[in-house]
């Protein structure tokens, strides 16, 4: 895919209280990060900054294809797919619907969602599932359409033994066609990654944001 990512003294904030203050990385084709640090600590804020739903208090945060800096338009809307916490799916509609839309709001198609075993749930709304089959729906959009970097926000968490594997291979070949990702974890994942652990911000640090 040829795209990479550099991140530069990159301060967030939630209201008033600093969260993350002159944060430094860079991500390449093929490498993932595992984003670690204590609750509060602003594991999903970044992700959601990298996402382009929040906008950084300071710092800049810059994509490239083969060298060319792509303008975070292009960037945020059709190189990027998130996954938070939330499953984001609408409880009337099936799972065939859901797919559907999915599908049809992303540009894709269904063709590579076969290896997360939804098939014997397509008729069921999606209400009725659990939520390790819920993150597994969710996680279909990462197939629907090809995007170098995926934010991940605690992938695992839902998911059984046989399931987590079954994403760890996603994400595996994900890496293999060049692809990026970024994770927020507790647990290790099941493949080599780039650590980044999130430190609260000093006083000092917080002192300096406020100048």
Known sequence: MGVSLKVRELSLKKGYNLLIHNLNFDLLPGRAISLTGENGVGKTTLLRTLAGFLTPHAGTIRAYENDVQLESEIWQSRMVHFLGHHDALSPSR??????????????????????????????????????????????????????????????????????????????????????????????????????????????????????
Not at 177 to 203: K, N, S, W, Y
């Open 94 to 211: 099936t799972v065939l619907q859901e797919l559907r839309f999915q599908a049809d709001f992303l540009g894709g198609d269904l063709a590579g969602i076969g290896a997360l075993r939804l098939d014997t749930l397509l008729d069921l709304e999606t209400r009725h599932l659990s939520a390790g089959q819920k993150r597994r729906l969710s996680c279909a959009r990462l197939l629907m359409a090809r995007r170098p970097l995926w934010l991940l926000d605690e992938p695992m968490a839902p998911l059984d033994v046989d399931h987590r594997a079954l994403l760890g291979s996603l994400m595996q070949a994900h890496l293999a066609d060049g692809g990026m990702i970024i994770a927020a974890v507790h647990d290790a994942l099941p493949f080599d990654t780039q650590a980044l652990r999130l430190e609260r911000p000093t006083m000092r640090d917080r002192e300096a944001a406020c100048v």
